[in-house]
């Protein structure tokens, strides 16, 4: 076996260990592993990339399928934090460059393991970084790129639903006379929809923190011309705006129907419209598919059956279609049909071509 073979093998084995120490919320068992990768001379870098954030990633795959609570997933974040805390001083710059880095979760993204990640590795390649956490308001994130004078602004999003924060957020740098600021983003959304960064106007986006510095030390290295913000979809304007008459449209259809779960429906047509502005603003229906798989996983764990979720996908369909005015109306409705044909699909009435 080629020593290749044999760091893949030490890997994966390293990989299983530590989400199993996950799942159970074993620190102390990750803490075995971590020291296990450091003993295999694994420099953190490659523990951050290859142990931590596979892991975390299936670990929020498992809540999805309904196989670990919210507090298991909680507790895993918990004890990555720790870990990269503990592994923090390993990340020493080699040269200091001149270079500041602002970064944070746009506004009510939660998740910050994958942004603190970045957050090192950009110390240890030198950067001054100012690394601001979740869910950061949108005054206080243009202010610190201000104030640190900062020659990179670093945005993360991971959750579908949250992508038009990003759009705000490159608004609101326009706005404040910071539009020559290159912004870049990551987050699962990025990975998986690698357009999106310039359909959002962005610099670029990357898909794990090492590639983050590599992207950001050629953007402020090159004489770039920014690009042209283009106009943001009407469509998205729209939904954005008659966001409340269309739940209780949508919700009213339901209740109409026979479908008297208000709550729960309404709940859900809340997370519908913002993955369905996040679509529009992106101008991409594909970012959609993704959920169809979710839903169809995650709902029935919440009481929703796969019947009972098409029907009000159809229902928010109409609704949209009779208050928005077209073609908006028709272009919002438009996405949510795709999201219909999918779930048609998952249940098994079409036929996939």
Not at 211 to 234: D, F, Y
Request: proline share 6%; hydrophobic share 50%.
């Amino acid at each position: 076996m080629s020593n290749e073979d044999q760091s893949a093998n030490a890997i994966n084995h390293l990989q299983a260990a530590y989400l199993q120490a996950l799942v159970v919320g074993s620190g102390r068992e990750a803490d075995r592993v971590v020291t296990a990768a450091l003993d295999w001379a694994l420099p953190p870098q490659r523990i951050y990339l290859d142990i931590f954030q596979p892991t975390a990633y299936a670990v929020g795959q498992l809540w999805q399928r309904n196989k670990v609570s919210v507090a298991q997933e909680h507790l895993a974040t918990a004890i990555v934090e720790r870990q990269m805390g503990e592994l923090h001083p390993l990340f020493k710059p080699a040269h200091p460059r001149r270079r500041t880095l602002v970064l944070g979760c746009v506004p009510d993204e939660w998740h910050r393991v994958g942004a603190r990640m970045v957050a090192d590795f950009f110390e240890a390649d030198g950067w001054t970084v100012h690394y601001l956490g979740a869910n950061v308001p949108i005054r206080d994130l243009v202010g610190m790129a201000r104030e640190g004078a900062a020659d990179l602004v670093g945005l993360s999003a991971e959750m579908i639903f949250n992508l038009p924060r990003v759009a705000e957020l490159v608004r609101a740098f326009d706005k404040a006379g910071l539009g020559g600021i290159p912004v870049i983003a990551g987050g699962m959304p990025f990975i998986t929809q690698p357009d999106l960064a310039q359909a959002l106007n962005l610099r670029g986006s990357a898909t794990n923190a090492e590639a983050a510095v590599t992207l950001a030390n050629q953007i402020v290295s090159a004489a770039t011309v920014l690009p042209t913000p283009g106009p943001e979809a009407l469509a998205a304007v729209a939904v954005r705006t008659a966001r409340a008459e269309i739940l209780a449209a949508a919700v009213a259809r339901c209740v109409a129907a026979g479908d008297t779960e208000t709550d729960m429906i309404a709940a859900g047509y809340g997370y519908v419209l913002r993955m369905l502005e996040a679509a529009l603003v992106a101008g991409t229906p594909a970012l959609l598919d993704p959920q169809i798989t979710w839903a169809h996983d995650r709902q029935p764990h919440d009481g929703v059956a796969p019947v009972q979720l098409l029907a009000r996908l159809h229902h928010m369909a109409a609704a949209l279609r009779a208050l928005l005015a077209a073609p908006q109306g028709e272009a919002a409705a438009a996405y949510i049909d795709r999201l219909i044909a999918g779930q048609q699909r998952v249940m098994g009435l079409v036929a996939v071509a």
